[in-house]
T-cell receptor, first 112, second 114 residues
Framework: EAQVTQNPRYLITVTGKKLTVTCSQNMNHEYMSWYRQDPGLGLRQIYYSMNVEVTDKGDVPEGYKVSRKEKRNFPLILESPSPNQTSLYFC???????????FGPGTRLTVL | KNQVEQSPQSLIILEGKNCTLQCNYTVSPFSNLRWYKQDTGRGPVSLTIMTFSENTKSNGRYTATLDADTKQSSLHITASQLSDSASYICVVSTIYNQGGKLIFGQGTELSVKP
């Protein structure tokens, strides 16, 4: 089944403790992206990747890192999480950036 | 500034009724416009995607229209069902950095009541 998977789905952590949210897709998509969704603000793009080893900042990249070492995986790294990074995070992928994106199920992160 | 604005913010309708959601955008250059449905706590799911030359596209009971001249789009839902209760997000894609960049609207929260 074609899908985008994210892990973990739920995470509660404390300020400053490094964490990684994994994202994997099995559709051989070149384009992958991370978003955060907050009440009243809608979806905002954090980082995106046009292809392996190619990443670029979205609208809200501060406090996040990403890597794209292989096509199927696009992990989101929070080196030193802070409470303002408490949010619902979505990973998405598509064949290219101009067509329909497939979204993962979301990761709800709480930073205390 | 590239922006996508949706109206209304929220809408309550009775089951079986029709409704229309609006999306106005100021995005340039324009690549395409998408409508997504997002159930609470889940990832958005694509309903339609339209390019500059398309002015209407249907997906079952969902019909999207696009007026590229006025930079407006609408999503019409026919014979609403309880399962249509969700957030509907308008997304406009612009050409950026040899690829595309998505500009998201804040969504319209639709509630369908029995």
């Amino acid at each position: 089944e074609a899908q985008v998977t994210q892990n973990p789905r739920y995470l509660i952590t404390v300020t400053g403790k490094k964490l990684t949210v994994t994202c994997s897709q099995n559709m051989n998509h070149e384009y992958m992206s991370w978003y955060r969704q907050d009440p009243g603000l809608g979806l905002r793009q954090i980082y995106y990747s046009m292809n392996v080893e190619v990443t670029d900042k979205g609208d809200v990249p501060e406090g996040y890192k990403v890597s794209r070492k292989e096509k199927r995986n696009f992990p989101l790294i929070l080196e030193s999480p802070s409470p303002n990074q408490t949010s619902l995070y979505f990973c998405a992928s598509s064949s290219n950036s101009r067509i329909e994106q497939f979204f993962g199920p979301g990761t709800r992160l709480t930073v205390l | 500034k590239n922006q996508v604005e949706q109206s209304p913010q929220s809408l309550i309708i009775l089951e079986g009724k029709n409704c229309t959601l609006q999306c106005n955008y100021t995005v340039s250059p324009f690549s395409n416009l998408r409508w997504y449905k997002q159930d609470t706590g889940r990832g958005p799911v694509s309903l339609t995607i339209m390019t500059f030359s398309e002015n209407t596209k249907s997906n079952g009971r969902y019909t999207a229209t696009l007026d590229a001249d006025t930079k407006q789009s609408s999503l019409h839902i026919t014979a609403s069902q309880l399962s249509d209760s969700a957030s509907y997000i308008c997304v406009v894609s612009t050409i950026y950095n040899q690829g595309g960049k998505l500009i998201f609207g804040q969504g319209t929260e639709l509630s369908v009541k029995p």
